[in-house]
């Protein structure tokens, strides 16, 4: 097998042909909680994931309040609030390590907040083991969709080994190089002129960071680090680089370079010795791209769609992306247990009078409307912020740590965004 996941020609699985309700392209956070979600409310999916297993390794992902209430109510949330430190505050610093604002959650309303910066492995882990076996298929590389046959409503998803599978619904989780969205012609997200780099650090005998997170701003980059549990601490620094595209380094080039670019630029602060304690295995390296929808309509192509980053790329400056992966999956759930389910009474005339697959399309277009404005609200805040955080001039850089930050980290508004109640699933 080699490493797409794709499998040698002459195998046993090429050729075959599955049948299914709902596939689910992607085995990332936003697909495994979609089948899990729909799993829950007793609809079938099978998730078609190309990698041979799930992501092992890496670094972490900040989960706020929105992500904690859709683990909620996945059943899920407990487990990781007793694995991953809660951070209390946020602290916003110069390069020098001078405070510019501070926020402690507790004097933000709608409280308790949960800020964890939770490791992805974890979080598939947990996903996937609630899961019917046989729910995700590896190495099962999507290579092309059939456009949804009209009559019936079924689309054929087709895999690089040959195999097909078809289905009532076609979901792309497939992140931000979809191909389900290139299918359907959507534009590919867009480099933002930043480039990170982002770790997990390990202190075997404890570290002992404060339960906060800071976050140090310099010229034309910035370097942040969230303590993740007693033992690991999650770091990004982040910096402009409108080349676009570097060139594919080792890790351990990587690490280099993030070490001597955070102590060029913030030589006194933890950071240089946060990096320092970072295997390679938990580092990596990403262009921030982004899109912005002008059209929710275009996401749905009669009974397939896109969600997660495949449907709203975002940059990271919020910690918002895998939290609107999640969002997605439970809306998504909602609406589709509603088209295939419904044990309403009331609508069950309508319904009959609709055949099921225009039911599946009215509920993707549904979907993708009510999402549209806060994915794109989110998009459009965290690029602001990013180009903000970092422009690189020093009158701006003035204006931005006197009045700014402060006004960012303003206890009304700071967590506003991450109070969204994404509602329940239908029996709960
Ligand atoms: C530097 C950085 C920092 C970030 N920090 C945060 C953060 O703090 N908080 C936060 O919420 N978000 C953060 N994000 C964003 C977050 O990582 C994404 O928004 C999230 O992973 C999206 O989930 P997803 O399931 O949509 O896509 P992904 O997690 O990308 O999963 C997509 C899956 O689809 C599979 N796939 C792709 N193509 C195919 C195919 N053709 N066939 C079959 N399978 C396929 C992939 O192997 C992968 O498993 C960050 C992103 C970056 C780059």
């Avoid at 792309?172 to 650090?201: E, P, T, Y």
Wanted: charged share 20%; proline share 4%.
């Amino acid at each position: 097998m080699d490493s797409n996941g794709s499998v040698p020609s002459g195998d046993i699985r090429k050729s075959v042909h599955h049948e299914e309700e709902i596939v689910v392209v992607g085995g990332g956070i936003g697909g495994l909680a979609c089948a899990l979600a729909l799993h829950r409310v007793g609809i079938k999916a099978v998730v078609l994931e190309q990698s041979d297993a799930l992501r092992a390794g890496g670094s972490a992902l900040a989960l706020w309040n929105n992500a904690f209430n859709v683990l909620e109510v996945l059943g899920l949330s407990e487990q990781f609030r007793t694995m991953f430190t809660n951070l209390l505050a946020w602290e916003i610093m110069n390069s020098q390590g001078k405070t510019l604002a501070k926020l402690e959650f507790a004097e933000c309303e709608g409280g308790p907040h949960d800020l964890r910066a939770v490791e992805r492995s974890v979080v598939l882990e947990a996903l996937a083991r609630e899961l019917p076996e046989g729910t995700i298929r590896f190495n099962s590389r999507v290579s092309g969709i059939k456009k949804t046959e009209s009559k019936t409503g079924i689309t054929t998803v087709e895999l690089q080994d040959g195999s097909t599978y078809s289905a009532k619904v076609v979901i792309g989780f497939d992140g931000i190089n979809s191909c389900v969205a290139s299918w359907m012609g959507l534009q590919k997200a867009q480099s933002v002129g930043q480039v990170g780099i982002r770790g997990m650090a390990i202190f075997p005998e404890g570290h002992k960071f404060e339960e906060k997170a800071q976050l140090f701003l310099g010229k034309g980059c910035r370097t942040a680090y969230l303590p993740t549990s007693r033992t690991k601490v999650f770091w990004f620094f982040v910096w402009n680089d409108s080349s676009q595209g570097w060139q594919k380094t080792s890790e351990e080039q990587i690490k280099e370079e993030s070490l001597q670019q955070v102590l060029k630029s913030f030589p006194s602060t933890p950071l240089p010795s946060i990096i320092s304690n970072t295997p390679l295995e938990r580092i990596s390296k990403s262009t921030l791209r982004h899109r912005l929808n002008t059209d929710p309509e275009s996401l749905v192509n009669g009974t397939i769609t896109v969600a997660g980053d495949a449907a709203h790329p975002t940059t990271p400056n919020m910690g918002q992306g895998g939290c609107m992966a999640l969002e997605d999956a439970l809306i998504l759930t909602q609406k589709l247990y509603d088209a295939l389910r419904s044990p309403n009474i009331e609508e069950l005339e309508t319904l009959k009078a609709t055949p099921e697959h225009e039911r599946i399309h009215r509920a993707l277009v549904e979907f993708q409307h009510e999402r549209h404005e806060r994915t794109n609200f989110i998009t459009t805040r965290s690029y602001r912020i990013g180009r903000m955080l970092q422009t690189g001039w020093t009158v701006i850089d003035f204006i931005r740590d006197r009045f700014v930050i402060p006004l960012i980290l303003n206890k009304n508004t700071f967590l506003a965004h991450t109070l969204f109640d994404v509602g329940k699933l239908p029996g709960q």
